[in-house]
């Protein structure tokens, strides 16, 4: 009975998980859509410190959907582990990704489509060998979590960097480097997933019965939950202003999963028990995002398609034949041989200047 129980809770927490990327990933759209609009307007831009956004219905509806997201990646959070929730996460780069081609115009080239199919291929891996995490059930013992010096020490370094990322590095390099405000996201969107954590439980104990909002541990949390998300929202829309989305997006994905994984470890313990192939797996799942997100990240100016390829192939098919055609011409005409001789030269020559500003490139 507790297997099939656990099982529907998996498959809960999954469909949740799904659901949540496929909002967030709109999201981005429509929050830079709204962005876009207010930058043609000559409104000061949210890159700068401006809040006329909150004034452009686009960017409302970007915040309804991430809204939606968050709401179902709570509730995933709350089924299952967030080793499951977080890697599905990928989901929303190939949401945002296809979109932006769509209604943005930022070209997705081919190298951008193999690095969406490989953070999905390791995401699903991910998932596979995802290590289970140490049963909570009550806040009492989430507290007891929380309370932890691990945890302890990893919250206070998390909370120093991200000020001194807001007060010192971010007047400075916040508009030129595009970790930086992405980096604060990410690792406060570390705490936000402890705190929907401890949340899904509160909620599952007051729909038990037990007087949950008596305990100053829920209000904590809530409040602790506000001041993240407010923080991540904030400085998301700042990237979004400045960046390319499809750069920001798989950016902010990779780094923020590995601060929650890194965090959910240390909270939860979940690697002590982990087989060796699991280990192997989580790892290789991960490296396999990364690839992928470096493919979409790395040649995003590079304008190359599938149909690209054929075409190409065919020129240097054409091309090399031709050469070699021309070559067994002139070999069999005596009386030309002093002609094909320099025709052939200078081929060679151009030859060797092509390979030479090939290797010079």
Known sequence: MSQALGRYDFCIGLVLAISSSIFIGGSF?????GLLRLARKGSMRAGQGGHAYLKEWLWWAGLLSMGAGEVANFAAYAFAPATLVTPLGALSVLVSAILSSFFL???L???GKIGCLLSILGSTVMVIHAPQEEEVETLDEMSNKLRDPGFVVFATLVV???LILIVVVGPRHGQTNILVYITICSVIGALSVSCVKGLGIAIKELFAGKPV???PLSWILLLSLTV????QINYLNRALDIFNTSIVTPIYYVIFTTSVLTCSAILFK????MA????IGTFSGFLTIIVGIFLLHAFKDVNFTLANLPVSLRKDERAANGSLLSTYDCFNHDEESSTCVSEIQSTESLSGRRNGSLSTF
Do not use: P
């Open 270 to 273: 979940e690697w002590q028990h």
């Open 29 to 33: 759209i429509l929050k830079k859509k």
């Open 160 to 162: 120093i960097v991200s």
């Open 105 to 107: 115009n930022e070209k």
């Open 109 to 111: 080239n081919l190298h």
């Open 276 to 279: 060796a192939d699991d280990i």
């Open 213 to 215: 909002l008596k305990r």
């Open 228 to 231: 993240c998300v407010s923080t």
